[in-house]
């Protein structure tokens, strides 16, 4: 690297927390048009959810969305042991935060394969974008516990600039997924009001 | 050292790979910016075939060139390509990709391999599409695809899947594009280059790619959603299970108006880089036209439904969509006006470029006037689905959209060869084309208002409408032969024309600054940059020339890119960007496995497929820059 690049600290995010800003600028567009989808088909309907469909169980899964939702905090913190190059700590918070996205992937999965014994999406309109939009939200929280295994395992190797744009990112990302978890979860609630 | 050492050794850092595996393989923006050109060329020639035969079926009346069958398939295969595989690609793709890093004064995009692989998905996108016409299974519900029609009801067999999958294969691409667009735009931008220094350009091309970024989404979601319902028997669009087919109709056309502007957008950006270096003059109101060029894509946004006036909507919603359709006419004005004045206040050569723009103009004002005519509700309901509709989006996306591109052709054709094309044809075949395109469009008009419907395959004798269709069909013919004229022009030019040296035209942006064609580093020296005409500030080139003498800002020991901060343009850091990578293309290929698995239904084969994406991303993230131990 130049000597000229050497001296000079960052300002302001790096290049990957841009790239990612930019992916969940459209994942967040994509989420909105199924939000938009539910309610357009929810008021053109004269039944919602559609006769002989069951309403969405209320206690558990907002406690599980809660508990997910922490997550953001052993995120946020590794992205800022990260900065400042304590390494373990970094490990150790994003150990935390796996164990959590883990555990919720885990009970969400079961609980999307036992409610799918009870309906399915071909029943109707509402089961459609209900299966639909939780299913794209599990999908996310999958990709989410992925990147963070990836970024355990690379930072077994040591620290480098680009895995220090990485964790950011990553957290980031995770900060975006719990946000859209919490709004799918009113959506399909909403329904009990 | 000398500038010669500095240069050998930028040379040696940024070359690319030589043979077949450099193209496969290459993160350079002029490479990929090429190989879209090239690509997205075959498919205009597609497009254009399909386009031919539609006008040969349509030549007299009671013809049978081709049956009802043939026909839906050609004009849904024409609309879809000239949209998704001609015009987006080859504004963003080819003409973006080249020449946005040259105009910013960066060495290269911000994600160089995000780049490659937008490419390479595009590439495998269109191969997905036109394979169906291959195989007798071309998409053919038109080419916004309305439900029911496009159900599995009505149209079983895997048309519709090729189309549903192919966009969405597609939209990935130009995502991609559009994501790296923006941060390039944002963050690569030479030091001191803040946004009142920015070219015109580079505004065109910020706002049509978050026009991109924010509009896509909905149209995949649609896509998303027709698929299911054809393929795993979701409700979507059933009304008789609680769906709508106007949901339909909503999303698509949350994607389809922005995309008309995104689609304009980076045309308005050609011609205000053409039109100040054939008048020697800025841009009037350079602040007003930045805004204006991000604010019709703003409000684009909210307009969408002006589309289905014919459905049944509430009339307050009717009024309100009309409404917001007429607030677009003033950014659109806005810069109409601005060059009308840069014309009039400068000292005009019509060269071929600038005819091209003047002929933009011309096609933009009269295809705008037209569309101004349908917020008048009870006209747009009386000519929906007529050839009036027809002859108002061509003349805003051939007249609008094309004519630039073909004046963009010429104007950076010796930037990119090194050479000039030959004058006179040149001229010769932007009036072909002119006349060619306005016999072929304005008959529309008057078919329209007479009632001639669109996509109908024929139509009777004693309509009166055979001898406007016969002036039609010859003036695409008459279009037809002058984009040859274009290309052998170009063609000969590239093997015959004279030298073109570095700044033929003295152009008023960056890339003018550089030899041609531009070294693979773009510029030995990060420019200092003082204006959006950065090109006429003879004192800073003066001072890059000094400085790459003194060997300031240089960046030579590595593959190294300044970013600055987003608005001010200031210095932030000095990264190192990523080399030529096999990944890209692996990546690309993985994800077609994909899309092609799910049209089989070959679901068990989907997951491995994404295991297979899984390990494509682990190998591109498995290279690291070698500098960056922090």
New interface residues.
Partial sequence: MSDYAAGLRRGGPGLALWGMAMLVAAEATLFGTFVGTYYYLRFESVHWPSPGTSEPRVVVPLIMVGILITSSIPMHLAARAVRRGRLWTTRLLLAWALAVQCGYLAWATHDYVQQLHHSAPQDNAYSSIYYVLLGADHAHVAIGVLLVVWLLWKLTRGLTMYRLNATQAIAFYWHAVNALTLIVLGVLLSVRL | MTTAVYEERLERMWRSRPGFLGWAMTTDHKRIGLLYFWTTLVLFAAGGAEALIIRTQLAQPNQHVVGPATYDELFTLHGVTMIFFFIIPMTTGAFGNYLLPLMIGARDM??PR?NALSYWVFLASGIFVYTSLFIGQAPNAGWFDYVPLASAKYDPGHAIDFYCLGIIFNGIAS?LT??NF??TI??LRAPGMSFNRMPLFCFAFLAASWGL??A???L???A??LF??RN?????F?VA????TL?WQ??FW?FGHPEVYILIVPAFGIATEIIPAFTQRRVVAFPLVAVAELLVVFIGFGVWAHHMFATGMPTVTVIFFAAATGIVVIPSTIQVFAWCMTFITGRARFKTPLLFIAGFIFMFVAGGLTGIMFLAVPFDQQVTDTYFVIAHFHYIIFGAAVFPIFGGMYFWFPKVTGRLYFELPGQISFWIIFVGTNLLFFPMHIVGLEGMPRRNYTYSSGLGWGSYNLAETIGSYITTVGIVVLLVNLVVSYFRGPPAGADPWHGATLEWTISSPPPEYNFAVIPKVSSAYANWDYADREEDRRKLAEGI?V????H?QP?S??VDG???????MPHDSPWPILLALAMSIVFVLLLLHLWTGVCFALAGI?LAL?GW?GE??Q????
């Fill in positions: 911000a994600f995000m995502s559009a994501a923006i941060v944002l963050k970024l924010f896509l989404p909905s995949t979601a649609d998303i959603f299911l319902d795993v028997g979701t409700h979507f059933d299970k609680g769906g709508s949901l909503h999303l949350i800002m960046l030579e020991q590595g190294e970013v901060a987003p200031w210095l932030a850091e000095i990264v190192e899984v682990l993230h690291e820059p500098e960056s131990e922090a």
